[in-house]
């Protein structure tokens, strides 16, 4: 895949009242999805959502009940098509009769995660089963779609389905290991991959991020032969360039084992914009997200925006507006000069210099990675008055903001089937908000 980073902002797009947005995932909190939502919203869009469904007692799978269905569409603000569109299938039992992944992972005992073996035959079975099940709500959801899109309507249907962990309560200590351990306690990616639970990762996560919009893109095929205007964006990750020594260098989180799921997303968008649909997939840079309680070190990132908000606006009042509102939330007696330092040192430590290949990406981590990335991101967040609202969570905010907003620009007449968002970018849309 060429590197295709987006350097100019594109122009505003032409979309308008009438025209609808659909969210292709459920909104969960506060994520990157919500910026282009608000993006749909200030150009008087109709918004239509999808929910995954809710699991009973039972384990079978459902749509909203009635109550569920109108807390949603209120955090939505807009129509919900009430068809299950959950992905994966670790709660899926095995076709023809068999436990689901998550049944056999009942068995798994803290330290036996090497030794641990699947019945791979009752796992392909549920990932079959799980696939048509898949095809066949998607389907459904299609239809209710197109009735919901008036005739001749533009629409922007916007992926946002990822992760694929298996939901498995046996598999927490591992994954507190891999990602946030060090010395002894660390369990190196790389072992983890070619283990059997990390082969069963690897599946979870290609269904989830990338087949979800395969099919997607098939099911509504009848509309794009009858709406007007029809565009698919979707979120990758794929590293992303901060300033680093001064100079924009692409970095990436280590170790981001969903990577080779986004790489076979942009291959499913590249696929089908050979086939003549206009989709792009937008690897966007790194946030502070739900998840980082898990995934510390993937912040780091964030906190070059600020000298990258000074380089690209040095006329413009953002620069010194998000400063401020950073400034309120550092402790007494820190500066965010201290938080640029410390990032910065971090992401020019010899050790990430074999990380800091794009061509290799996703990389594995290793122990002096992990140690060097666990103690910056805790340096940084000590920086913070609370922890729980750290600078970098204003980044985010910020990052999310100018991405919805580039996406939804962008989607309107796409140049390429994968686009990267990086700190420069991002940073002349926030300091050029009326372009």
């Avoid at 380089?311 to 509102?325: H, L, M, T």
């Amino acid at each position: 895949m060429p590197y295709t980073p987006l350097r100019d902002l594109p122009p505003k797009a032409g979309w308008r009242p009438g025209d609808v947005l659909v969210v292709l995932g459920e909104l969960f909190g506060r994520g990157y999805a919500n910026g282009i939502v608000d993006e749909a919203r200030r150009a008087g869009m109709t918004i239509v959502g999808a929910t995954v469904g809710r699991r009973d007692a039972d384990g079978a799978l459902r749509a909203l009940a009635p109550e569920e269905l109108a807390q949603a569409e209120a955090s939505l603000g807009g129509r919900i098509v009430n068809v299950p569109l959950e992905a994966g299938f670790d709660l899926e039992p095995a076709d023809g009769g068999g436990p689901t992944p998550v049944d056999q992972l009942k068995g798994l005992k803290a330290g036996d995660w090497e030794s641990f073996r699947l019945d791979w035959d009752a796992v392909t079975r549920s990932r079959e089963a799980g696939a048509r099940r898949f095809d066949r709500n998607a389907a459904t959801f299609a239809e209710e779609l197109e009735r919901a899109v008036p005739k001749g309507a533009n629409v922007l249907l916007v992926h946002t389905m990822a992760g694929g962990f298996p939901r498995a309560r046996s598999v927490m200590p591992l994954m507190t290991r891999v990602f946030r351990g060090t010395g002894e306690k660390l369990v190196p990616s790389a072992a983890l991959w070619g283990s059997d639970l990390g082969k069963l990762w690897a599946a979870g996560f290609e269904e989830v991020t990338s087949r979800t919009f395969q099919r997607l893109v098939a099911a509504t095929a009848p509309l794009r032969a009858r709406a007007g205007r029809v565009r698919y964006v979707a979120y990758g990750y794929h590293g992303c360039e901060v300033l680093v020594g001064g100079r924009y260098t692409w970095q990436s989180y280590v170790p981001y084992l969903q990577g080779w799921a986004k790489l076979a997303l942009e291959r499913a968008a590249e696929d089908a914009w050979n086939e003549g649909v206009r989709c792009t997939v937008f690897d966007a840079p790194e946030t502070w997200t739900n998840s980082s309680a898990l995934f510390l070190g993937v912040e780091v990132a964030l906190y070059p925006l600020l000298a990258a908000l000074r380089r690209e606006g040095p006329g413009s009042p953002v620069p010194a507006e998000v400063e401020a509102r950073c400034r309120a939330l550092v402790r007494e007696g820190a500066t965010l000069e201290a938080h640029l330092e410390r990032a910065e040192r971090y992401l020019a430590a010899p050790e990430l210099t074999p990380l800091r290949e794009l061509a290799t990406w996703p990389q594995h981590s290793t122990p002096e990675q992990m140690e060097a990335m666990l103690a910056a991101s805790a340096e940084l967040l000590a920086l913070s008055a609370d922890p729980r609202n750290p600078v970098c969570a204003e980044l985010s905010r910020a990052v999310v903001a100018a991405v919805g907003r580039l996406m939804f620009d962008a989607a309107w007449e796409p140049s390429a089937p994968v686009r990267w968002l990086n700190h420069d970018v991002v940073a002349r849309r926030l300091v050029t908000p009326g372009a």
